[in-house]
């Protein structure tokens, strides 16, 4: 900072409070020094503060979540919506989270419950929650319940729902009030940032020390829907808000910031953003039809290149990231935890915008959330589509945006996709929603235990993940519905896993076996880690797999085998062998059996 000069500030800062300084020039920089000293560290103290605090991290192009300065990947299940409706409901459940071996729980927070009425504010909630999770020793994401959930405003206190002349609501094109609260309700913003920006700074006050929570995601699956008519399937899309306010908007000027966003990042925005912007010459300036074009339906697979109605979402995730940026920008400034937005995903069958929320945190509108809301720091999908489940992955991991995956199946095929999830796509955290049962829909069955394994598994391989994380020594598979088998190379050889039939194995010794029977369609999962050029540690199963290590195009050896294949276990962290040979591996190499989680050291060798 001062080059070779070095500075005892102990000593100085005392004396030169204690005395007068004459005006001498010699006397005069060194006070400035001073002063300039006790900036910078004062400064270095925020930042130190900071990362002292749970943050992201980006390592060799890859993002992990930091806490207690070691990676940390969120083994986590996400509560129904009402479970955290009272305390008492809650108490027997942050026991059985952590019988499940769930080491973090998301679970929601709503506006309506600790400011019931305006100004007053009841963080008794909040409290019983902190405490709770951190009695079994669990981490919380914390889900601000705020403006929206769903696409709906069902969550604002009822001093809000009550006063639509002072928290003005949304309008679909035919001028039906919708159950939405405007973007452009500037006392809603002020409203829901000062609710939010409290709950922050208590979270605070009660947790900084602990860090019991890790991250905030603020409002959930946001965006303009037709309410109940989308989980009906009977929507009629709603591109946009058509209320008189949202209309003059929408027909005045593209914000100068958003386009100084777009020009500065030109040559790595979203494809279809990219060349419906420049389709329009790259424009400047000019209303939202003049920059970006008008709005088109998109039919058959187009629709996941190009985007139905583009401009009317374009101009919504403006104003829904500008909305939200500001309420995460003022939560940050109590407490600055990681934030991020969550995703009620595009589908095949519900392909437009008013479908799907529009305007929601999604990848074809990711440039417009980050013009608009920096506060954010990573969008999160909800994935109950399995079919679409490495489509939307990508999508998701575009341009430097970690997968994080706060809602998904619950179920085996669910907890399967973890491996997958970690193994493949780097995830910092995957959870399947309604883990805790008992809920309407999506809710876990009380006699599965497929989490329960496959998350035991995964905290007993923590350290290989961390270790080989971002590198091509750590990858996934993935078998389901939609196929039998699947496979990938790692080094100079190929990892390979397939549905568990005995009767096509038996057929080649002559048996007779029922195979149809036993042909298991339930999910599977793999994760592998080479931790050798011929050494390999894999993991996996739920549904029935066969495992089979065999030569890549670039292996030189004329026939290759396994020298050894260990079935592997761990007792209090410390890792345990069984050698298995004979019938265990007879296969091609070992079985994992339907509803079971195992764990292979496989060496190779040449011959």
């Known amino acids: 900072m001062f080059k070779s000069e070095k500075i005892n500030i102990r000593s100085l800062n005392l004396y030169y409070i204690a005395k007068p300084i004459p005006a001498t020039d010699l006397k005069f920089k060194l006070m400035k020094k001073i002063v300039l000293l006790i900036a910078v560290l004062s400064s270095q103290l925020i930042i130190a503060q900071t990362k002292f605090l749970p943050h992201l991290e980006k390592k060799d192009g890859n993002v992990q979540l930091i806490v207690n300065d070691k990676p940390f990947f969120m083994l986590s299940g996400e509560l129904h919506n009402s479970s955290t409706g009272s305390?008492?409901?809650?108490?027997?459940?942050?026991?059985?989270?952590?019988?499940?071996?769930?080491?973090?729980?998301?679970?929601?927070?709503?506006?309506?419950?600790?400011?019931?009425?305006?100004?007053?504010?009841?963080?008794?909630?909040?409290?019983?929650?902190?405490?709770?999770?951190?009695?079994?020793?669990?981490?919380?994401?914390?889900?601000?319940?705020?403006?929206?959930?769903?696409g709906a405003s069902t969550y604002v206190p009822a001093w809000v729902k009550t006063d639509t002349k002072r928290f003005p609501l949304a309008k679909d094109k035919n001028g039906k009030t919708l159950n939405t609260l405007s973007t452009l309700g500037k006392n809603?913003?002020?409203?829901?940032?000062?609710?939010?920006?409290?709950?922050?700074?208590?979270?605070?006050?009660?947790?900084?020390?602990?860090?019991?929570?890790?991250?905030?995601?603020?409002?959930?699956?946001?965006?303009?829907?037709?309410?109940?008519?989308a989980f009906m399937g009977t929507a009629n899309a709603c591109m946009r808000d058509y209320s008189d306010e949202t209309n003059k908007a929408f027909n005045g000027q593209v914000p100068a910031e958003l386009i100084s966003y777009l020009e500065k990042h030109k040559d790595n925005l979203y494809p279809a953003l990219k060349e419906v912007w420049s389709a329009n010459g790259y424009k400047q300036k000019g209303t939202w039809e003049e920059v970006f074009g008008k709005g088109a339906k998109y039919e058959g697979e187009a629709w996941k290149t190009n985007c139905a109605y583009y401009t009317e979402e374009i101009f919504?995730?403006?104003?829904?990231?500008?909305?939200?940026?500001q309420i995460a920008k003022a939560g940050k400034e109590q407490y600055a935890l990681p934030m991020y937005a969550n995703a009620w995903l595009k589908q095949p069958q519900g392909r437009e915008p008013g479908k799907y929320p529009s305007g929601g945190p999604l990848p074809q509108v990711i440039d417009i959330w980050r013009a608009a809301a920096p506060s954010i720091d990573f969008i999160a999908p909800d994935i109950y589509a399995v079919e679409e489940f490495d489509w939307v992955c990508e999508e998701f991991t575009r341009s430097g945006n970690p997968l994080f995956i706060p809602e998904t199946k619950v179920g085996p095929a669910?907890?399967?996709?973890?491996?997958?999830?970690?193994?493949?796509?780097?995830?910092?955290?995957?959870?399947?929603?309604?883990?805790?049962?008992?809920?309407?829909?999506?809710?876990?069955?009380?006699n599965d235990q497929s989490i329960t394994k496959v998350y035991e598994c995964l905290k007993n391989l923590n350290p290989y993940i961390q270790k080989y994380h971002g590198t091509d020594q750590m990858s996934a598979l993935f078998i389901g519905s939609d196929k039998d088998s699947d496979g990938i190379?790692?080094?100079?050889?190929?990892?390979?896993?397939?549905?568990?039939?005995?009767?096509?194995?038996?057929?080649?010794?002559?048996?007779?076996?029922?195979?149809?029977?036993?042909?298991?369609?339930?999910?599977?999962?793999?994760?592998?880690?080479?931790?050798?050029?011929?050494?390999?540690?894999?993991?996996?199963?739920?549904?029935?797999?066969?495992?089979?290590?065999?030569?890549?195009?670039?292996?030189?050896?004329?026939?290759?085998?396994?020298?050894?294949?260990?079935?592997?276990?761990?007792?209090?962290?410390?890792?345990?062998?069984?050698?298995?040979?004979g019938d265990e591996t007879a296969f091609g190499g070992p079985v994992v059996k339907e509803g079971e989680v195992k764990i292979f050291k496989i060496k190779m060798y040449g011959y």
């Open 87 to 150: 305390a008492y409901y809650m108490r027997p459940i942050w026991k059985r989270m952590a019988n499940q071996n769930l080491n973090t729980v998301i679970a929601a927070i709503s506006w309506e419950l600790i400011e019931p009425t305006e100004g007053n504010f009841d963080f008794s909630l909040a409290d019983s929650m902190v405490q709770g999770a951190r009695k079994e020793k669990l981490k919380l994401v914390l889900l601000w319940f705020g403006s929206w959930k769903n």
């Open 188 to 229: 809603t913003l002020e409203a829901d940032s000062k609710a939010f920006s409290a709950l922050m700074k208590h979270i605070k006050e009660i947790d900084f020390e602990e860090q019991t929570v890790l991250m905030v995601q603020v409002q959930n699956e946001i965006g303009v829907l037709d309410g109940l008519s």
């Open 316 to 325: 919504m995730a403006w104003n829904y990231a500008k909305f939200v940026g």
């Open 414 to 446: 669910g907890s399967a996709r973890a491996f997958y999830a970690f193994g493949k796509y780097n995830a910092l955290g995957y959870a399947p929603f309604g883990i805790d049962g008992a809920g309407v829909i999506n809710t876990a069955d009380p």
């Open 489 to 581: 190379e790692m080094g100079n050889y190929a990892i390979s896993v397939r549905r568990m039939n005995f009767g096509g194995s038996f057929g080649l010794f002559g048996a007779q076996f029922d195979a149809e029977k036993q042909k298991e369609k339930s999910s599977a999962g793999l994760i592998a880690f080479q931790l050798a050029d011929n050494e390999f540690l894999v993991a996996g199963g739920v549904g029935g797999i066969m495992i089979n290590i065999s030569k890549s195009k670039s292996n030189k050896w004329e026939n290759i085998g396994m020298a050894t294949v260990d079935e592997v276990s761990f007792e209090n962290g410390a890792m345990r062998t069984h050698r298995l040979n």
